[in-house]
């Protein structure tokens, strides 16, 4: 197996980068959700309700991979709001993996897919 020496001394600042921007992603799109829940919401197809939740889980989610403070479950919950969102484009929208316009689920696949990587390798050093 090739690697590069000295690589996994940089783990844990990878692992912190790939938190912020999760967080980062993650805390707009919720932020977004609660500032307007009922344009949000008529745009998603969803009640405002629901989305007011969805945009409260997804800035807990946010503020909670930001600090590393039960990172590894905010990341799975995580992974569960963007499955729904898949569920919602495939079987409601049906939309293709690569959807016309960017609104295919390859989007949320790769957040999934970033989600899966904090879930399995934890954290990293580089937390609260």
């Known amino acids: 197996m090739f690697t590069i020496p000295g690589a996994m001394a940089y783990a ?31 745009s998603i197809g969803m009640s405002v309700p629901f989305t007011v939740f969805l945009g409260g889980a997804e800035c807990a989610g946010a503020m909670a991979l930001a600090a590393g403070i039960l990172a590894q479950w905010a990341a799975l919950g995580l992974i569960l709001v963007m499955l729904g969102w898949i569920y919602k484009k495939v079987v409601e929208w049906k939309t ?9 689920w390859h989007y949320e696949v790769l957040l999934i897919t970033m989600n899966l990587v904090i879930v399995t390798m934890g954290p990293g050093k580089y937390s609260l």
């Open 12 to 42: 844990d600042w990878s692992l912190l980068l790939l938190r912020l921007v999760l967080a980062l992603v993650f805390g707009t799109s919720g932020f977004n959700h609660l500032r307007h829940p009922k344009e949000r919401a008529a």
């Open 96 to 104: 293709g993996f690569w959807g016309e316009k960017s609104m295919g």
